[in-house]
């Protein structure tokens, strides 16, 4: 167990709204990810960070932006949530090249 | 870039047989990790079985064990013994070795334990 929470767990929303996720872990750890999870597609890296206020993009950022201000926090937004953006949300931490995981978050964004 | 592939969407296997999952990819590089990832129900991910590229002896872990064969870019699963515990999806890995590395992931083998 690396620690690793998420919240909310599940968040039904509505197409055009704000939305914020949050990753926090407790073993300050440096590297942190946010991942999405869709069927046939595995998962695809949104965005990470390898220090606090230093971040940068993965593959499917278009849409998302991230913050961390903290070590122990990293936050993912959706500036205004569509429906494509319905998925299932894992934040990770990364250590000696292996990933930990989050629980994950279930996004129904209507 | 890297990319890793696995080409068997869904397997199925009797209880207590043995089952192999498949996983290629495709890299430039020489020094690397190779991991392996369950994802029961429950949607958390579990690590399976991890493999340093440099390391010539495959990887085993109980009833868990590779097949890596680094020429070939081949990266394949076997599990032995199969119990209905291990139902899952199951995603293949790959990161590059040193500092940070973003981690490529295959797109996953359901694979279904039938009693």
């Known amino acids: ?110 | 870039a890297q990319t890793v592939t696995q080409s068997q969407p869904e397997m199925s296997v009797q209880e207590a047989e043995t089952v192999t999952l498949s996983c290629t990819y495709d890299t430039s590089e020489n020094n690397y990790y190779l991991f392996w990832y369950k994802q029961p129900p429950s949607r958390q991910m579990i690590l399976v079985i991890r493999q340093e590229a440099y390391k010539q002896q495959n990887a085993t872990e109980n009833r868990f064990s590779v097949n890596f064969q680094k020429a070939a870019k081949s990266f394949s699963l076997k599990i032995s013994d199969s119990q209905l515990g291990d139902t899952a999806m199951y995603f293949c890995a790959f990161t590059l070795s040193g500092g940070y590395q973003k981690v490529t992931f295959g797109t996953g083998t359901k694979l279904q334990v039938i009693p």
Request: with cysteine.
């Open chain 1, 1 to 110: 167990d690396a620690g690793i929470t998420q919240s909310p767990r599940h968040k039904v929303t509505e197409t055009g709204t704000p939305v914020t996720l949050r990753c926090h872990q407790t073993e300050n750890h440096r590297y942190m990810y946010w991942y999405r999870q869709d069927p046939g597609h595995g998962l695809r890296l949104i965005h990470y960070s390898y220090g606090v206020k230093d971040t940068d993009k993965g593959e499917v950022s278009d849409g998302y932006s991230v913050s961390r201000s903290k070590t122990e926090d990293f936050l993912l937004t959706l500036e205004s949530a569509t429906s494509s953006q319905t998925s299932v949300y894992f934040c990770a931490i990364s250590v000696a090249g292996e990933q930990f995981f989050g629980p994950g978050t279930r996004l129904t964004v209507l």
